[in-house]
């Protein structure tokens, strides 16, 4: 019977193209959810085996709703892989658009702010209409009897009848994102080598200290933090935990050491997952 | 001559409540601006006087897009105030449209993120629809033959004649975001006795204790640090460069202090601004 | 049958003064021994129960002698008491000698280091011998036919029938020593809800974070560090191992938790014992 | 007119070996003085041009005496080279006497201790007396009738008229000695290239954290710290300054700006000099 993996939907995502990118994707079956939340709750429940999900992006950021939903709804999956992608972003329209017809464009908002060079040059008189995904974008577009574009990839022109009228319209070139792989906890990844662990550590309220005392235990032991990021814990403007990305496996020393130790000096620390490093990550 | 300050608009948006919120507004002409760029291009251009944008939400986390434009496009502005307000979020809609009625519901993705528990059981058979800003929904909403409703603030509701149909409809009651108001770098802000600063930090690549150097400079002298956080720098996926807020003003030691040796350990240190801290923050 | 306690001699030494001080000394057989050496070998070899050795002066700073043979030497033998007692060095002579008629001073030289005021002012055309002890120098005064006065204590003076000519001639009224009673590791101290804990921490060559990684441990766990110094391994000119006296007891939390992550970073934690803190130490 | 040197003496110390290895002592006036405080005042006075001090011996730790003169008196003196010797102890005697005629032997306690071993087994029955230091130990044993050796160098023997009965009779080989040229503060030598600085840390009564506040300036930027020692500052036990030798000159970064901001975080960091490391050290 074949593997079932969920993803952040619709299909023409970023995140499905990520998946696909996946040889354990080919002999699977594909599932679109509408959320991130959806996409972990099915795979905590058993309704999938796992799921894709986008987690950061070089230009816009980490993934806000993936990050919470891991550190405060997750409780038995693990991330078990990652893939880190180039995004393009192409000018959809249908087939009988041309550049010169196009009165307004649509996507997500933060497509249509990593194309603002373009559209400002290109399109200058065009409206922007923001819609919930490039891949609704795509949809919305070749429902429409206007001449409206969408960005969005290639994948989404393919899946909505539209064509690409112009390719990499992104303002930087340096456009990454990564996506993760998430599975079961009771199936964790044996080290490869070549591994990567995601925590968060939530730490006491009042604590100036604590974020030192986290670091402390991954420098003096000569561990290579890949990322740090704080977020709020959602309870008080100003209060935080921290996600934290490093080099290593969490079954191996010296990360076993650091993550022990740390249980000792803060609130919590949950293990979101050792995984291989990406290549390019 | 009264003073020009702009905000990110349109009229109606909780930014424009925030400033509404401080003494100088009432004498002053206010500019709704269509993007947190347009507010610093014009307050650094001397076209404005000042402007206020939102810098952060205790929910979603920073606004991203004013955190970059400050650190990496503004260059002669400085934050000379700050502005904690709660969010309340409500449904508004035409006055001839009762909650029975509705057929779509339309808000920024976040703010309708952030109402997912009321959509869900209130108005579950409603359409999203996304738009570039509550007061943009509010306006749209304003204009559709069809019963939509807006989600946004009552400010949005007076303002594009539409009226309150449910208060306070977020999932969670602590929803406070924070707003700054900018002004020219040459008028900074002298100390008030209960301040704050704001800083960026750049750091080299591959220089793995560098954010340890930072936090030692305060942490040696008792500073107190009021956020933390890391941003990619927007050149490859894995590097940032660090948001810091803290206790104190840049013109006095420690803090004056903190700031000169830091300068001698990393790549850059770029001040925000040093301002009265708000008491809610 | 009564308990065998062996102290750093000959007789009259401020070792036999700090023991004499404890309860347990009182229906105890004392033995003076020749070298802290010898005394921790008698310990370990079962030959004496318990034996008593300076360790630290507030002037003379550390006894290296004793921090060597702790750290390099004793096995089996923890600290399971410590006394903390104000030296003063008395000028000591036969009966019939009298101020005016001394024409040399003999002592250890860190005693008469201690008094080259007196000395100076006093006695200034009196020639210096040194001696091994100021029970030594006491001994030789009370031999010679000349007219010799030694430093030391009034014990000694008693012991070797010599009086005591002044008292309290020491430079600085606030020289005070601090001694330590050993046992047999076998038998440690339970915890007393006041206690102090010794460790040494040995490091591997060229890891110049290894004392930054050590300091960490406890830092960060609030655990307050009493006293830290740096002694050379004996092998090459600019190798340390580090003495470390912190609060807490090492069968209790943080210092249980600070010393099992401090095993896994470092080369070696030797644990000299946990003790209950001298009130005025 | 050539240069005054002083040195502590006796003439037939280590200390004037390292100073004759030096070749700015070949056409120098040399001056044996009885203590380290005497070399530094005629520094500091003027009466000498430079002096040379013992600071430090691989087995016996710092040397104390010279530690608290360079932190608590000096005040315009630096120290301006140094040199690193082999401690070799030969057992000295008169032309007359031989081994097996030995019926006691005098030295230093340090030396004495340093070879016990040799004392042993092959003078067990020599009784041991102190002196103050290994020359004056050779002077005594010249000027005794009895079958007396010293313990000391071969320049003390020929300056005594005494012949080496046998060399090298130390416990451990690797016995070393670092020895420093202190100079007026008004002729602080220039960077070479291949520098060390030693510096003197003094921090408040009860700031725990204050020696990590000192070890971040230098580990942060890269600094290699060569040797660390905490001394009781001689006002209560259990209150420290910090001894520190690290690579660099003063007068330049990275050093200088440490030093710097170290000035912002602690009461006090007194320069003891910058000056070209010694090969061997």
Redesign the interface.
């Known amino acids: 019977m074949s593997e079932r993996i969920g993803y952040l939907g619709p299909p023409g995502t970023f995140t499905e193209e990520a998946l696909l990118s996946l040889s354990i994707a080919k002999s699977a079956e594909l599932f679109p959810l509408g959320t991130v939340f959806d996409v972990i709750d099915q795979v905590q429940s058993g309704d999938l085996d796992r799921g894709m999900v986008p987690i ?1 992006n ?4 980490s993934v ?2 993936t990050l919470d939903a891991l550190a405060f709804h997750a409780s038995r999956v693990v991330i078990q892989h990652e893939v ?1 992608r180039a995004i393009r972003h192409a000018l959809l329209a249908r087939p009988d658009v041309s550049l010169e017809d196009i009165v307004a464009v649509c996507s ?2 933060h497509a249509t ?1 990593q194309c603002r060079g373009f559209l400002t040059s290109r399109l200058p008189k065009a409206e ?1 209409h ?3 995904s490039t891949a ?1 974008a795509a949809r919305e577009v070749a429902e429409r009897p206007e001449a409206w574009a969408a960005i969005g990839s290639p994948l989404a022109a393919e899946l909505n009848g539209l064509v690409v009228l112009e390719n990499d319209i992104e303002d ?1 070139t ?1 456009n ?1 994102s ?1 996506f993760v792989l998430l599975g079961r906890a009771a199936t964790p990844v044996a080290p490869s080598g070549s591994d990567k662990t995601s925590v968060v550590c939530f730490i006491e309220k009042d604590r ?2 604590s ?3 986290i ?3 991954f ?3 000569q561990i ?9 814990t ?5 209060e ?1 935990c921290f996600f934290i990305d490093m080099e290593g496996h969490a079954a191996e ?2 990360v076993s ?1 650091a993550l ?2 740390l249980r ?2 803060i609130l919590e620390v949950k293990v979101l997952g050792s995984y291989p490093r990406a290549r390019d ?1």
């Open positions: 950061e070089s230009i816009e950021g806000n709703v880190v997500h908002p702010a922007i923001a819609a919930n609704d930087r340096e990454v990564r100036p200290g974020l030192l005392a670091l402390h235990e420098s003096d032991r290579n933090l890949l990322k740090l990021e704080s977020r709020p959602k309870e008080r403007l100003g935080y020393p010296p050491h022990a130790s000792t000096k990550a």
